[in-house]
């Protein structure tokens, strides 16, 4: 079982950086691909930023390109997303995701409990 706990959710002003860590623990880390979502109230999750289980491959939502990267350190079993330039419609709970490359973009294997991130305008 792959359990993802996030860290490092808060508030603060548009224009400002953030950066979420999420420790994942149980089946060997460096076997699964890693990927962000994020849920804003009254909408559907939605795929923000997935990485591959070597580091070689990333992949963004347009709506973040430019201002968020992920990172992973599989030494650490941990993986980063690095938020620069945010706006208040990046308010939402954020979710650390591990699955397959292929699933991780969409579904998942498996989930965090997520981690509040809010704006202010």
């Known amino acids: 079982q792959v359990q993802p706990v996030e860290s490092g959710g808060g508030l603060v002003q548009a224009g400002g950086s953030l950066r979420l860590s999420c420790a994942v623990s149980g089946h060997p880390f460096r076997s699964y691909a890693s990927g962000w979502f994020r849920q804003a109230p009254g909408k559907e999750r939605e795929f923000v930023a997935a990485?591959?289980?070597?580091?070689?491959?990333?992949y963004y939502a347009d709506s973040v390109k430019g201002r968020f990267t992920i990172s992973r350190d599989n030494g650490k079993n941990a993986v980063y997303l690095q938020m620069n330039s945010l706006k208040p419609e990046d308010t939402g709970v954020y979710y650390c995701?591990?699955?397959?490359?292929?699933?991780?973009?969409?579904?998942?294997?498996?989930w965090g409990q997520g981690t509040q991130v809010t704006v202010s305008s």
């Open positions: 995701a591990a699955g397959t490359w292929v699933q991780v973009t969409t579904k998942p294997d498996y």
């Open positions: 990485i591959s289980w070597s580091g070689g491959r990333t």
